[in-house]
């Protein structure tokens, strides 16, 4: 080996030192990065040289390899799942509390109290049936019902209207993150291209790839040039490598799966499958639609029953009663003419709204003082007429705010139990990936000795040289 052949060996160590130091100092700089992959700089001799008797070969220094992220797939495959499934409950969570909030009565009389009273006013009724102020209370009591139903009614639907909005944004998130993915891998296959490393924007890539399942369920697949591709489950594709679609949200009717007139549906710009709001799942958006088209759906048609069944079962007493002007058959209530939205349009009848003397206590005509209709509505409290006789109203009205109370506690309990788990994943991703300063700076001592020594390499061949360039002076 020559002189000159020395000089680069020592060249190259220096430049592999540089690499090694330019890294190290990126990893410390990025210590504190959200979803930074430490770096790794891989070196490897050069092809040696025959020596000058041909019976061994001489080193001629090394070369950086690459610089690879540290990074596990599977791992943050996990994480993604984790964090998706902690972002649907945390979602769920938020809608549960507002419904729970409706039927919060710590600070006022709720439903049950008010259907309570409005039958204890009947008693009161049958005790005294021709008192005008009594039959004026018992009008008032049921105007009482009739509010309350439609501010709960009214409550939910605000929740649906505020949980619509949220599925609206997200879904302009989802576009945004479809499009950004998109974007890095066109600048990721340029960097590839050129032989250079894009470590740095498979991670920003990453983060958004995990921005975007916290929204949704996705299934992500990579294929030999570093390019993803990123599926909805259940709702076909959504980033193609260089192409990336976009979804949308339009008002629309109600369905078969809960949806309620009014309310968003989410749909592709991809021919097939089109429509998604049933298929979507996980995430933010998954734990909206959840709460909005299950637990609130399910809220408003038990409140529906009820107020359905509260008219139908009163009217039907009551129109067998005579009034105190002797007509007979007049409804309590504006009869009912179907279950859906009945909470929202029970009301009094035209009778009774004008008149109090319309409201029946007696069985019979000419029967002063005769209270066996107004007794008969006020035992309709205690009788199971709800859930195919196995509830009273109290006890349906009670399970509704019971089921709702259970929902949001359970709930709470995966949010708890999910915490621990994306904990523990984060932690093993730093363990893996993370960058430890004490690691880094004894990595940098040990680049800084390699460059020291590689220049005393060439400092010695130079000397060599000159002693050289001396003799033939000589």
Same mark, same amino acid.
């Given at each position: ?9 020592? @060249? ?5 030192? %540089?690499?090694?130091?330019?890294? #190290? ?11 930074? &992959? @430490? ?9 040696? !040289? ?20 540290? =990074?596990?797939?599977? $791992? /943050? ?42 039958? =204890? ?13 009594? @039959? ?31 599925? +609206? ?10 499009? /950004? ?35 949704? +369920? #996705? ?8 390019? !993803?591709?990123?599926? $909805? ?12 679609? +976009? ?15 009014? #309310? ?14 049933? &298929? ?21 048609? @038990? $409140?529906? +029953?009820?107020?359905? =069944? ?11 009663? *005579? ?28 009778? !009774?709204? &004008? ?31 709800? =859930?195919?006789? %196995? ?12 089921? *709702? ?7 709470t309990e995966g949010i708890n139990q999910q915490k621990n788990i994306v904990g523990q994943l ?40 000159? #002693? !050289?360039?001396?003799? %033939?002076?000589?």
């Open positions: 080996m020559g002189i000159q052949d020395m000089m680069q060996t020592g @060249r190259s160590g220096m430049i592999a030192a %540089k690499a090694g130091i330019s890294t #190290t100092g990126h990893n410390i700089a990025n210590a504190n990065t959200e979803g930074y &992959s @430490r770096q790794r700089v891989h070196q490897q001799t050069n092809d040696p !040289v025959t020596s000058p008797d041909h019976r061994s070969f001489v080193g001629r220094g090394v070369n950086v390899s690459r610089i690879d992220r540290v =990074n596990d797939g599977y $791992l /943050e495959k996990q994480i993604r799942r984790g964090s998706m499934d902690l972002a649907e409950l945390e979602e769920k969570d938020l809608g549960l509390t507002q419904i729970e909030d409706i039927f919060n009565e710590l600070h006022g009389d709720g439903l049950n109290r008010i259907i309570s009273k409005f039958f =204890n006013q009947f008693r009161s009724l049958s005790n005294d049936p021709d008192n005008e102020s009594l @039959r004026q209370a018992v009008r008032e009591a049921s105007q009482s019902v009739i509010n309350d139903f439609k501010r709960l009614r009214t409550d939910v639907i605000d929740v649906q209207n505020h949980l619509d909005n949220r599925i +609206e944004g997200y879904v302009q998130d989802v576009n945004r993150l479809a499009k /950004e993915i998109r974007d890095l891998n066109v600048r990721i296959a340029d960097y590839e291209s050129r032989a250079e490393p894009a470590n740095d924007l498979m991670d920003h890539r990453d983060i958004k790839i995990k921005e975007l399942s916290d929204l949704i +369920e #996705t299934r992500v697949r990579y294929d030999k040039k570093n390019m !993803v591709s990123v599926d $909805l489950k259940g709702g076909g594709p959504l980033v193609s490598t260089v192409l990336n679609y +976009e979804l949308s949200v339009k008002r629309t009717g109600s369905d078969d799966e809960g949806k309620s007139t009014g #309310t968003y549906d989410i749909f592709s710009n991809v021919s097939s499958p089109g429509k998604l709001t049933h &298929s979507l799942q996980g995430g933010k958006l998954g734990g909206t639609l959840n709460v909005r088209d299950r637990s609130l759906n399910t809220v408003l048609s @038990r $409140l529906d +029953e009820m107020a359905f =069944n509260i008219a139908k079962t009163v009217n039907e007493i009551h129109r067998q009663g *005579v009034t105190r002007n002797g007509v007979k058959g007049v409804n309590f209530f504006k009869e009912p003419v179907q279950v859906h939205r009945a909470s929202e349009y029970l009301k009094l009848s035209d009778e !009774v709204m &004008s008149n109090v003397n319309f409201i029946a206590t007696a069985a019979t005509k000419d029967a002063p003082g005769d209270n066996r209709i107004a007794i008969a509505i006020s035992g309709l409290q205690d009788m199971k007429l709800m =859930n195919d006789g %196995k509830s009273s109203f109290d006890e349906w009205y009670n399970g509704i705010v019971a089921d *709702v109370g259970m929902a949001k506690s359970h709930n984060n932690k093993m991703r730093e363990q893996i990936s993370g960058v430890s300063i004490d690691e880094e700076t004894m990595d940098l001592m040990k680049y800084q000795h390699a460059f020291d020594a590689s220049a005393r390499v060439i400092s010695v061949a130079d000397q060599m040289l000159e #002693t !050289v360039l001396n003799i %033939k002076k000589l």
